[in-house]
């Protein structure tokens, strides 16, 4: 029997995943002696290097299992934000905790809001928990639409998740906005906000999850995988009362994390040079790359996150397969209605601004 037939309903329709290509596959692909790739929102400074420094310390544990629940570590962030260590839980990347927080508590049939456009993962979390994704569209600026979120909620509505800053777009969801839908949702609503690019934000309009989740069904998920550089170690957290982590706990694979993502992620909370280099290197290239792309007369949408959403109008596939042939890895849009128009570029260190835009003109002016 093709093993297809035998494959869960709810998997058959999902589109897997695409990652954005790695550097050594696009250099052998290509020739090429050097690439950069501004397409998977990692940190281009690279990890923090306290962080460096704690795995190599702890490599002679390596042949011990961690402690499951990274107590260390969750007691490190209880303190950085002032809540209790049992109000988190870690996982292997963000990813996990989200998947972790619909596997805890999403029925089969149950609807899941999710906004559009978004991280796709999402999507396929909920189909692989045989729950229903509901996508409401963002405005056409795409800011939120808390009205639209507000009337798509059913009798069958088990979560909501948003995204603040929102991938692929870098838009937030405003702090008044934020805390209306908060207050007017059912109870039976788990709300999960994923704020893997948190840290980036400079809007004033931004309130943090972490200071709204006491008492209420609001589950924050961070990561380590961005601001800190740690993407290839795959830890992240989430943030909720204590009694949604105890739900979550109860299925949490007991080594989920690994010893050098504790230890390297409990030092990389105290790399402060790292982090404000890390800062300043996005915002000092965030404000580079408007200018530049204005001077091209192309439109883009302003970001609180390290990536911008590009809008070349057409053609945006190409102009990715363009790029890649000049060494820049960036990629298309993921959802169908955008992939044409859009691309969404991650921020770069300066040479690598420099060379993506100096690659677009070239492209447009030669297409
Ligand atoms: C919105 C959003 N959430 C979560 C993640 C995944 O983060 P992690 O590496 O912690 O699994 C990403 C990664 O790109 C993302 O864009």
Same mark, same amino acid.
């Given at each position: 029997? /093709?093993?297809?037939?035998?494959?869960?309903?709810? @998997?058959?329709?999902?589109?897997? +995943?695409?990652?954005?290509?790695? &550097?050594?596959?696009?250099?052998?692909?290509?020739?090429?002696?050097?690439?950069?790739?501004?397409?998977?929102?990692?940190?281009?400074? #690279?990890?923090?290097?306290?962080?460096?420094?704690?795995?190599?310390?702890?490599?002679?544990?390596?042949?011990?299992?961690?402690?499951?629940?990274?107590?260390?570590?969750?007691?490190?962030?209880?303190?950085?934000?002032?809540?209790?260590?049992?109000?988190?839980?870690?996982?292997?990347?963000?990813?996990?905790?989200?998947?972790?927080?619909?596997?805890?508590?999403?029925?089969? #049939?149950?609807?899941?809001?999710?906004?559009?456009? !978004?991280?796709?993962?999402?999507?396929?979390? @909920?189909?692989? %928990? %045989?729950?229903?994704?509901?996508?409401?569209?963002?405005?056409? /600026?795409?800011?939120?639409?808390?009205?639209?979120?507000?009337?798509?909620?059913?009798?069958?509505?088990?979560?909501?998740?948003?995204?603040?800053?929102?991938?692929? !777009?870098?838009?937030?969801?405003?702090?008044?906005?934020?805390?209306?839908?908060?207050?007017?949702?059912?109870?039976?609503?788990? @709300?999960?906000? /994923?704020?893997?690019?948190?840290?980036?934000?400079?809007?004033?309009?931004?309130?943090?999850?972490?200071?709204?989740?006491?008492?209420?069904?609001?589950?924050?998920?961070? =990561?380590?995988?961005?601001? +800190?550089?740690?993407?290839?170690?795959?830890?992240?957290?989430?943030?909720?009362?204590?009694?949604?982590?105890?739900?979550?706990?109860?299925?949490?694979?007991?080594?989920?994390? =690994?010893?050098?993502?504790?230890?390297?992620?409990?030092?990389?909370?105290?790399?402060?040079?790292?982090?404000?280099?890390? *800062?300043?290197?996005?915002?000092?290239?965030?404000?580079?790359?408007?200018? #530049?792309?204005?001077?091209?007369?192309?439109?883009?949408?302003?970001?609180?996150?390290?990536?911008? *959403?590009?809008?070349?109008?057409?053609?945006?596939?190409? &102009?990715?397969? $363009?790029?890649?042939?000049? #060494?820049?890895?960036? $990629?298309?849009? /993921?959802?169908?209605?955008?992939?044409?128009?859009?691309?969404? *570029?991650?921020?770069?260190?300066?040479?690598?601004? !420099?060379?993506?835009?100096?690659?677009?003109?070239?492209?447009?002016? +030669?297409?």
């Amino acid at each position: 029997m /093709d093993i297809k037939n035998l494959v869960k309903q709810q @998997v058959r329709g999902i589109c897997p +995943y695409r990652p954005g290509k790695p &550097i050594a596959v696009l250099l052998k692909e290509k020739g090429l002696e050097r690439a950069f790739k501004l397409a998977s929102n990692e940190n281009p400074l #690279g990890s923090s290097p306290l962080a460096l420094k704690a795995i190599k310390e702890g490599l002679s544990q390596l042949n011990r299992y961690p402690e499951g629940s990274g107590p260390a570590l969750r007691e490190k962030l209880a303190k950085v934000y002032g809540i209790k260590p049992e109000e988190i839980i870690l996982g292997n990347g963000s990813s996990e905790v989200l998947s972790l927080s619909l596997l805890t508590f999403l029925n089969p #049939g149950e609807e899941v809001i999710l906004p559009e456009p !978004t991280f796709t993962i999402y999507e396929i979390l @909920v189909l692989m %928990c %045989c729950g229903i994704p509901v996508k409401v569209p963002l405005n056409p /600026d795409f800011s939120y639409n808390p009205n639209r979120i507000a009337k798509a909620i059913t009798g069958k509505t088990k979560f909501l998740f948003l995204a603040s800053p929102n991938n692929p !777009t870098g838009t937030i969801i405003k702090k008044n906005e934020l805390t209306k839908l908060l207050d007017e949702l059912p109870k039976q609503v788990i @709300v999960v906000l /994923d704020e893997a690019y948190a840290e980036y934000v400079e809007s004033p309009d931004f309130v943090d999850g972490i200071s709204l989740f006491s008492g209420k069904h609001l589950l924050v998920a961070r =990561t380590f995988s961005k601001l +800190y550089g740690l993407a290839g170690l795959r830890i992240g957290y989430g943030i909720a009362s204590a009694g949604i982590i105890e739900e979550m706990n109860k299925i949490r694979p007991p080594f989920n994390t =690994t010893i050098p993502s504790q230890l390297a992620a409990s030092a990389a909370l105290e790399d402060r040079e790292f982090v404000a280099r890390s *800062l300043e290197n996005n915002r000092t290239g965030k404000k580079y790359l408007y200018r #530049g792309l204005s001077d091209l007369k192309i439109a883009y949408v302003p970001t609180e996150a390290n990536f911008i *959403l590009i809008d070349l109008a057409k053609n945006a596939p190409k &102009i990715c397969g $363009r790029l890649e042939d000049k #060494g820049v890895i960036v $990629r298309p849009v /993921d959802n169908p209605m955008m992939k044409e128009r859009y691309i969404r *570029l991650t921020i770069g260190t300066p040479e690598e601004n !420099t060379l993506f835009l100096k690659s677009l003109a070239e492209i447009l002016r +030669y297409k």
